[in-house]
């Protein structure tokens, strides 16, 4: 496993817990990820919440449970 890779899975696990987060991009180093989360109205009990860079354009994706509204 590349350097890159092993900063996108901290990304993802740091974005995961707080989507307001201050995450520099694993690919490019120079700028913090823009986070928008969208859901899926097929499967109401996900989301997925996309993680992009204004500078390099490079993307990722993570795929969530939301959680049960009691």
Same mark, same amino acid.
């Given at each position: &496993?590349? !350097?890159? @890779?092993?900063?996108w899975?901290?990304?993802?696990? @740091?974005?995961?817990? !707080? #989507?307001?987060a201050? *995450?520099?991009? /694993?690919?490019? =180093?120079?700028?913090?990820?823009? *986070?928008? !989360?969208?859901?899926? @109205?097929? #499967? /109401?009990?996900e989301?997925?919440? #996309? &993680?992009?860079? /204004? *500078?390099?354009? @490079?993307?990722?994706a993570l795929? =969530?449970?939301? /959680?049960?509204?009691?």
């Amino acid at each position: &496993m590349n !350097d890159e @890779t092993r900063r996108w899975i901290e990304a993802g696990k @740091t974005i995961a817990v !707080d #989507a307001n987060a201050k *995450v520099l991009c /694993p690919h490019c =180093l120079s700028e913090f990820l823009e *986070v928008r !989360d969208f859901h899926n @109205t097929s #499967a /109401p009990e996900e989301i997925e919440r #996309a &993680m992009r860079c /204004p *500078v390099c354009g @490079t993307r990722n994706a993570l795929r =969530l449970r939301r /959680p049960v509204s009691e």
